[in-house]
């Protein structure tokens, strides 16, 4: 049985002077919470509790534990509305991971807007390329690209979706020339992702289908702002999000090529480890993120 319950049924029968007055104060037949102070006395192998058929009082030991349970019960309650208070009000730290680019570009600046929003937080913030396991590693959260594995111990929710393009600098099209077809990639130094073991494939879509290619170049990376900068300095093609490179084509330092063969979107994903109560601090960040970023960023 529930300790506390069973400390309950005994303090609500001290201070009604019997079982029949603390069951209908508690709501339960007389029998239960005599059952529940009998049970107290058996766990503590002593007798609270004088009982003749006109009244109930407490015993010696049973006044002293009566007054110890109130300080207990007031413990208690005091302890649930603080939890309730946090589950309202979020506070404490909340320890994040992400991706490097993504971190830094869209992630840090909407975390600023959070924090600003609740200031009793304390985010510890992780960057890494590599795939986080956010038990293992003790992340309250983690975000990631692309469809992370399934695990019956995550919780997987979409974040947003963006878009991707090929892209290459002013320059390097200048001089080696603008591929028309997914295929003339084969004839062109190629920046690619080297985190992924497809990652030297680049799959493009039209209206006849998907057209795969392998690709190669001088330098593939995990890290997507390594390979935004080695093409923007003219190193070869690369296959980006819109959210690491729209800036750039936006201003003309990277052009968009093969707009007809446009990549298959990618999406973020927010992952928290299976809670049967999710924290306020949990959902509280998923919404906002959501909110925030749900609008393909660029």
């Given at each position: 049985m529930?300790?506390?319950?069973?400390?309950?049924?005994?303090?609500?029968?001290?201070?009604?002077g019997?079982?029949?007055?603390?069951?209908?104060?508690?709501?339960?037949?007389?029998?239960?919470?005599?059952?529940?102070?009998?049970h107290?006395?058996?766990?503590?192998?002593?007798?609270?509790?004088?009982?003749?058929?006109?009244?109930?009082?407490?015993?010696?030991?049973?006044?002293?534990?009566?007054?110890?349970?109130?300080?207990?019960?007031?413990?208690?309650?005091?302890?649930?509305?603080?939890?309730?208070?946090?589950q309202?009000?979020?506070?404490?730290?909340?320890?994040?991971?992400?991706?490097?680019?993504?971190?830094?570009?869209?992630?840090?600046?909407?975390?600023?807007?959070?924090?600003?929003?609740?200031?009793?937080?304390?985010?510890?913030?992780?960057?890494s390329?590599?795939?986080?396991?956010?038990?293992?590693?003790?992340?309250?959260?983690?975000?990631?690209?692309?469809?992370?594995?399934?695990?019956?111990?995550?919780?997987?929710?979409?974040?947003?979706?963006?878009?991707?393009?090929?892209?290459?600098?002013?320059?390097?099209?200048?001089?080696?020339?603008?591929?028309?077809?997914?295929?003339?990639?084969?004839h062109?130094?190629?920046?690619?992702?080297?985190h992924?073991?497809?990652?030297?494939?680049?799959?493009?879509?039209?209206?006849a289908?998907?057209?795969?290619?392998?690709?190669?170049?001088?330098?593939?990376?995990?890290?997507?702002?390594?390979?935004?900068?080695?093409a923007?300095?003219?190193?070869?093609?690369?296959?980006?999000?819109?959210?690491?490179?729209?800036?750039?084509?936006?201003?003309?330092?990277?052009?968009?090529?093969?707009?007809d063969?446009?990549?298959?979107?990618?999406?973020?994903?927010?992952?928290?480890?299976v809670?049967?109560?999710?924290?306020?601090?949990?959902?509280?960040?998923?919404?906002?993120l959501?909110?925030r970023?749900?609008?393909?960023?660029?």
């Amino acid at each position: 049985m529930d300790k506390f319950e069973s400390l309950r049924a005994f303090v609500q029968v001290v201070e009604a002077g019997g079982f029949a007055a603390a069951a209908r104060h508690l709501g339960r037949s007389r029998s239960a919470v005599n059952k529940l102070v009998m049970h107290l006395e058996d766990d503590l192998k002593v007798q609270l509790l004088h009982r003749t058929t006109r009244k109930v009082t407490p015993t010696a030991t049973g006044l002293a534990f009566y007054q110890r349970g109130l300080a207990i019960l007031a413990d208690l309650k005091e302890a649930e509305l603080a939890v309730s208070q946090m589950q309202r009000e979020p506070k404490g730290r909340l320890r994040i991971n992400a991706p490097m680019s993504f971190g830094t570009l869209h992630l840090a600046p909407a975390l600023t807007d959070f924090l600003l929003q609740y200031p009793d937080l304390h985010i510890e913030l992780t960057l890494s390329d590599r795939f986080i396991d956010p038990i293992e590693e003790g992340f309250d959260v983690t975000l990631r690209i692309a469809q992370p594995p399934e695990s019956a111990s995550l919780i997987v929710h979409e974040l947003m979706v963006a878009d991707r393009v090929v892209c290459a600098s002013p320059e390097y099209l200048k001089q080696y020339g603008v591929p028309q077809t997914p295929a003339d990639l084969k004839h062109h130094s190629c920046l690619h992702y080297g985190h992924f073991a497809t990652s030297s494939q680049w799959t493009l879509t039209s209206t006849a289908g998907n057209h795969t290619v392998t690709v190669n170049g001088v330098l593939c990376s995990n890290n997507g702002e390594v390979l935004r900068t080695a093409a923007l300095q003219g190193l070869g093609i690369a296959l980006l999000p819109t959210f690491i490179v729209g800036s750039d084509l936006l201003q003309g330092t990277l052009c968009q090529i093969l707009a007809d063969y446009p990549p298959p979107e990618i999406s973020a994903y927010v992952l928290y480890p299976v809670n049967r109560h999710l924290s306020a601090k949990v959902q509280l960040l998923t919404e906002f993120l959501q909110a925030r970023l749900g609008d393909r960023p660029a």
